[in-house]
């Protein structure tokens, strides 16, 4: 019998796929022992990763052990609540590969994941300037609520990107999935997604 490699990710973008893919590089950054991962990219991104992806993961049930799906809440073309149409997909998920599959999605959009840390953009994005990265979003028109946390990420990441005159790029995805802190992320999405892959590759004794 041929092993099952240890998990499938399923990603609305390549952007999603660089930064996933540099994230779970970093296994004790997760909390998780070293696995075995292949991507996948959906060519219709979130509004198709929404509509027929777990179909298309069901196909792979044979093939690996578990199974994540990543999408945007924005650009998905749902009338549901981020957590509703989480759930719903979970349940959709079930029925081909019971607890060992997990959607997630993210609210609003996969940026959120980005802005987990400011040093490490300010380092990648080579800023100069003396004034906080979000003080100057701030002065953008950008809104910050009070635990930090940006209204429209994407939007803003790409001011950033914008204003250093670097390029936005899947490679510079990869970049910011090496340096962010994985530990101290506070998206919820982001979390969920920790909290499975903890649950299913839990360091050894």
């Given amino acids: 019998m041929v092993e099952k490699t240890d ?28 696995i075995r991962i292949e991507f996948r990219v959906h060519p219709a991104r979130d509004g198709g990763v929404r509509t027929d992806s777990p179909r298309m993961l069901s196909l792979e049930q044979f093939r690996f052990r578990h199974a994540l799906m990543v999408l945007d809440h924005e650009g998905s073309g749902t009338r549901y609540e981020a957590k509703d149409l989480e759930r719903q997909l979970d349940e959709q998920l079930q029925r081909y590969w019971g607890d060992r599959a997990k959607a997630i999605v993210i609210e609003p959009e996969l940026e959120a994941w980005v802005w987990a840390s400011d040093n490490a953009l300010r380092q990648i994005l080579r800023w100069q300037s003396e004034r906080p990265v979000r003080g100057w979003l701030r002065e953008q028109g950008f809104t910050v609520d009070e635990l930090g946390k940006l209204e429209r990420p994407k939007e803003a990441l790409a ?29 919820p999405a982001f979390n969920r997604l920790k909290q499975h892959l903890q649950k299913w590759f839990p360091h050894g004794p």
Avoid at 11 to 33: Q, S, T, V, W
Avoid at 162 to 176: H, T
């Fill in 159 to 187: 001011a950033l990107v914008q204003a250093v005159r670097q390029p936005r790029s899947a490679a510079l995805y990869s970049r910011i999935g090496d340096r962010i802190s994985l530990e101290n992320c506070v998206d």
């Fill in 7 to 34: 998990l499938v990710l399923l990603a609305a973008d390549k952007n999603m796929e660089y930064l996933c893919k540099a994230g779970l590089r970093r296994p004790e950054a997760l909390g998780i022992r070293p």
